[in-house]
């Protein structure tokens, strides 16, 4: 059984950081391509970070570019997500996933085979 676990979610200021993890079992995590997600209040789910298996190639949407630092440790079957001068339009629940394919356009979370349970971010302004 495939597990995919968020941490580190909460509350945080506009301009302050948080840093989310994912930690998965049963996944041979060091050959998977891993992404983060995120869905807020009446919108549609959209791709915020993805990373290829050895760091490339990777994925950022352009809104949080220069922001979130996607990252992994592969010893550790880990997934970061540092997020920094955060905004209150990055409230959302954020959700991991495992194997998402990364493509010219973006990156695909159809193509996910495992979702975390997704973990609340707010920023208050």
């Known amino acids: 059984l495939v597990q995919v676990v968020e941490t580190g979610g909460g509350v945080a200021q506009a301009g302050g950081s948080l840093q989310l993890s994912c930690t998965t079992s049963g996944l041979h995590f060091p050959t998977a391509t891993m992404g983060w997600f995120r869905q807020a209040p009446g919108k549609e789910r959209e791709a915020v970070s993805c990373i290829g298996w050895s760091n490339y190639p990777t994925y950022s949407a352009d809104s949080v570019k220069g922001r979130f630092t996607i990252s992994r440790d592969n010893t550790k079957n880990t997934l970061f997500l540092q997020m920094s001068s955060l905004e209150p339009n990055d409230t959302a629940i954020y959700y991991c996933?495992?194997?998402?394919?990364?493509?010219?356009?973006?990156?695909?979370?159809?193509?996910?085979?495992?979702w975390g349970q997704g973990i609340q971010v707010t920023v208050s302004s």
């Open positions: 996933a495992a194997r998402p394919i990364i493509n010219p356009s973006g990156c695909a979370g159809q193509s996910a085979t495992t």
